[in-house]
C-alpha cells in the first residue's frame, strides 16, 4: 500500500504518516515559512523517503529546508535524522543540548535501544541510525528560536518523558509541536463526546513525574489552540480538559507502579494495572471504539509504558 500524501492540517503545516508499525501511529510534520522550511521530527530510517516525496508534492525544493527538528532522540522521532540530512544539503538539524550529541555519534542511543528491544527487533523496527556531522548540528536550549520567515519557531525545555526533549511553539497557528510531552492521542478513539482522548507516555528510560507535570503547565500556560502531536497528528478543543486529563494519567501511572509487588512479577502487575485504568478511562471518557479494540490500538504503549515506570521505579531519588 503506498503512503498517503502530505496533507495540511493548519496554516503552513502539513502532517506525513511515518509508516512505523502501522498507519497513524507516528507523525511528523512539514512547516512552511515565507523564506524557508523546517521539518519536524524525521520518524524511522524508512520514514526518508516519504518525507522526501511529500517535499516533491508540496513544490519544496530539499535545497529549501532549512532546519530538521527532533523533539527528543527517541529512534521513532529521530532515528531517521541522518539519512534525511544526507538528502538536504542547506539543512541544520536541531535538537536539545542533552541529545544533540547523539545525532553526532548514535552509538550509546542505539545501544540503548536495543537493550530496550533487542538488536533484531530495533534493527528491524527503526533501521541503523547514520551519524551526522557535528557541523550541521546545533543545540536548542532554553529560548532558543529560528525563523523560516515571518514564521518564527520558538522552543521550551520539556522534560518529564525524557530529559533530551523540547517542545517548539509556532506563533502563527499558536501551536505546539509536541513530541511526548503532550502524551499521546489516537484517531481511532474519536467520536465520543468530550472530544479526543489523552493518555501519558512513561516509555523508558527518562520517566519524571514531577518534571512532566510542570512541562504540562508549562505548554497550558501559552494558551495554545492546538497540539501537533507524533503520536497522533493535530488536535484542537478544549486543551486545558486535555491537560487536566494528562495530569491525572501521570499521578495514577505512577500509583499502579507503586502498588505493584516487587519481584519477577513486577511488570506483568504493572502493565496490568495499566490496562485495567486505560479500559476505566476509555469508558469514562465516553471512547465509543470496542474495549478490545482499543487495547489493541494501545498495545505497544502498554508494553513500554509498564517498561518505562519498572525503570522508574529502580531509579534512586525518586
Known amino acids: ?25 507516528a507523525a511528523c510534520y512539514i512547516v512552511r515559512g515565507r523564506d524557508s522550511a523546517a521539518i519536524i521530527e524525521t520518524g524511522h530510517a524508512a520514514t526518508v523517503p516519504r518525507l522526501l516525496a511529500a517535499l516533491q508534492q508540496l513544490g519544496i525544493a530539499r535545497e529549501a529546508v532549512s532546519h530538521v527538528i527532533v523533539t527528543h532522540v527517541h529512534l521513532d522521532h ?42 533484531e527487533a530495533t534493527r528491524a523496527l527503526y533501521g541503523e541510525p547514520v551519524p551526522v556531522a557535528a557541523g550541521r548540528v546545533v543545540e536548542a536550549p532554553e529560548g532558543f528560536s529560528v525563523d523560516l520567515g515571518a514564521r518564527p519557531l520558538r522552543f521550551l525545555d520539556a522534560p518529564g518523558h525524557a530529559r533530551h526533549h523540547f517542545v517548539v511553539f509556532d506563533p502563527v497557528t499558536r501551536g505546539f509541536f509536541s513530541g511526548d510531552s503532550f502524551g499521546l492521542s489516537y484517531r481511532e478513539t474519536d467520536g465520543g463526546p468530550h472530544g479526543p482522548f489523552f493518555a501519558i507516555s512513561t516509555t523508558p528510560v527518562q520517566f519524571d513525574p514531577p518534571a512532566l507535570h510542570a512541562t504540562l503547565d508549562r505548554m497550558l500556560a501559552e494558551r495554545p489552540e492546538r497540539v501537533y502531536l507524533t503520536h497522533f497528528g493535530m488536535v484542537e478543543g478544549d486543551l486545558a480538559a486535555a491537560g487536566a486529563a494528562l495530569h491525572r494519567g501521570i499521578d495514577d501511572h505512577v500509583r ?21 485504568q486505560l479500559v476505566a478511562d476509555l469508558g469514562r471518557h465516553g471512547v465509543p471504539l470496542p474495549a478490545a479494540e482499543a487495547l489493541e490500538v494501545f498495545a505497544n504503549d502498554l508494553e513500554l509504558n509498564a517498561q518505562g515506570l519498572g525503570v522508574w521505579l529502580d531509579t534512586p531519588a525518586k
Open 1 to 25: 500500500m503506498s503512503p498517503e500524501p502530505a496533507r495540511q492540517v493548519a496554516s503552513g503545516v502539513f502532517l506525513v504518516d511515518t509508516g512505523y508499525l502501522r498507519p497513524r501511529l
Open 256 to 276: 499502579v507502579a507503586r502498588a505493584a509487588p516487587p519481584g519477577p512479577g513486577r511488570h506483568a502487575a504493572i502493565k496490568a494495572g495499566l490496562t485495567a
Open 78 to 119: 529521530a532515528g531517521g535524522a541522518g539519512l534525511l540530512m544526507q538528502a538536504l544539503p542547506g539543512a541544520t538539524l536541531v535538537a536539545h543540548p542533552r541529545g544533540a550529541r547523539h545525532m553526532v555519534d548514535p552509538a550509546r542511543l542505539w545501544a540503548g535501544t536495543v537493550g530496550v528491544y533487542g538488536e
